[in-house]
């Protein structure tokens, strides 16, 4: 689809409504930070969004755009469910709930640096990462599955693998409630058995970091944060069984789409209305993978917290746990009125305000916590939910990759990057250095420019800055 890029102003773009997008786009990123790899299609597929059926406001894209299957990673739409607004598995992605948790220590970095080294030995010994198997946990049968994925992070900590706060520092308290293991394939159940407690491959990560700058002291503090603490920045979703429920619910929308007389301009768009009943199994079978995302950080916070206590004598509390890849019904104004949306938010993470009903008491004043983490060699930054955000409570979740996977294979050699990191002081466990490899720094956007980017657009915060200490990849 061609599309008209028109500047705002020097922080968004627009693109103009043509070829039937019933909302216009709208890019929250100055020049440099759009698209630059050749082929990179993920404007026009701002502007596909925009065609589906019952968009409301716009197709929105965050500072860290970049192309993905059907939605762009870093895209938000919502549509209208009373107008027959449409459930897209591509606008919540194959990593169903991918998001970000961080957990806070007790200790400042001068205190860990003399036990990092052994730390890292001890996490790059206990936590399961990279391709297939290897978890923390394997259910006994397969109705203990079942209690995952309805029971999410919840069923976790009810094992003694957790606290209270740790599902009150929880989107969605640790669980969504409207999960159906009958919407999830027997192939999905058979690749989720396996891997309950790991972090996979590609851009997953569980990080020790140090807070280097704290930029709002109030909200940071509100947060349980100061300047010089240990964190650890834990990256990763649902793994195997979150992919194949999103390729069986693509195959299933595929067919069953034209019934309901909708049309759309890429087949990876495919969708139904959130009230079919293909919206609905789809939607319980995305709320079990969830739960499954949920109940993985929980049990790779606990082995994290088992290993700060066994090196440092340390303790970890829960900052907060959001998801990135999901569809959730919210109620919004639009059109002078409020209304219930079904908000798909891919590479793109709830940010709400103060004073939101669905935040925690302690965290009614300042908003909720956001992460955006950067790369290996990079900071990551924590930003808070503000008010009169236009993308629907929405903000930015990470860098953004500037180059493809193939590119950074090319043109970053494994000696190249082990200098940078060690130049930087990160200290780094990977399980292939070729892995590791894809995610070089220069891979990603300046992370710095995303999060300026989404605080001019009124997306976030600032709270505080992070940098690496180790890094644990897949």
């Known amino acids: 689809m061609p599309i008209r890029l028109v500047e705002e102003g020097p922080w968004r773009f627009r693109i103009e409504q043509t070829n039937g997008m019933r909302v216009p786009g709208v ?282 206590w066994a090196v440092a004598r340390a303790d970890l509390s829960l900052v907060y746990d959001v998801s990135h890849n999901l569809a959730k019904l919210e109620s919004h104004p639009t059109d002078g009125t409020r209304k219930t949306l079904c908000v798909h938010r891919k590479g793109a993470t709830r940010a709400l305000p103060p004073g939101h009903p669905d935040l925690p008491e302690d965290l009614a004043a300042v908003g909720q916590p956001v992460f955006v983490p950067g790369t290996m060699g990079t900071a990551s930054y924590v930003l808070t939910g503000v008010r009169g955000n236009e993308a629907f409570d929405s903000c930015c979740h990470g860098a953004g990759r500037l180059w493809s996977r193939h590119r950074a294979l090319r043109e970053v050699t494994t000696g190249h990057l082990r200098d940078e990191l060690a130049d930087a002081g990160v200290t780094v466990r990977p399980t292939s250095w070729r892995s590791v490899t894809e995610e070089a720094p220069e891979a990603y956007k300046d992370v710095d420019a995303v999060v300026s980017a989404g605080e001019h657009n009124g997306l976030g915060h600032l709270v505080a800055r992070l940098v690496p200490l180790g890094v644990l990849k897949g």
């Open 27 to 308: 890019a929250f990123a100055p020049r440099d930070l759009l698209p630059s790899e050749p082929g990179d299609k993920s404007l026009e597929q701002v502007a596909n969004v925009a065609t589906l059926t019952g968009i409301v406001r716009a197709s929105y894209a965050m500072p860290d755009l970049h192309w993905g299957y059907g939605f762009p990673i870093g895209g938000v739409a919502a549509t209208d469910v009373t107008a027959g607004g449409v459930v897209s598995p591509g606008g919540v992605g194959f990593d169903i709930s991918c998001g970000v948790r961080l957990l806070a220590a007790d200790l400042d970095r001068a205190a860990l640096l003399p036990h990092l080294p052994d730390l890292m030995d001890r996490l790059d010994r206990v936590i399961p990462r990279g391709l297939g198997r290897g978890s923390l946990w394997r259910p006994r049968d397969r109705g203990e599955l079942y209690e995952v994925l309805l029971g999410g992070a919840r069923y976790v900590v009810g094992q003694g693998r957790g606290v209270p706060r740790d599902l009150d520092r929880c989107e969605d308290h640790g669980v969504v409630d409207d999960a159906d293991v009958s919407q999830v394939s027997e192939r999905a159940l058979e690749r989720g058995t396996w891997q309950v407690g790991s972090l996979g491959s590609a851009n997953h990560f569980l990080e020790v970091q140090t807070v280097d700058e704290v930029l709002d002291g109030p909200c940071a503090r509100a947060f349980g944060l100061r300047a010089g603490q240990v964190c650890v920045m834990i990256h990763c979703g649902s793994r195997g069984l979150g992919h194949q429920i999103c390729s069986d619910h693509v195959r299933r929308m595929d067919s069953a789409q034209r019934r309901y007389g909708i049309s759309v301009p890429d087949p990876q768009l495919a969708c139904t209305p959130v009230d079919s009943l293909e919206g609905r199994d789809y939607l319980a079978a995305m709320a079990a993978a969830a739960n499954y995302a949920r109940a993985n950080r929980q049990w790779l916070s606990d082995a994290a917290r088992r290993a700060f």
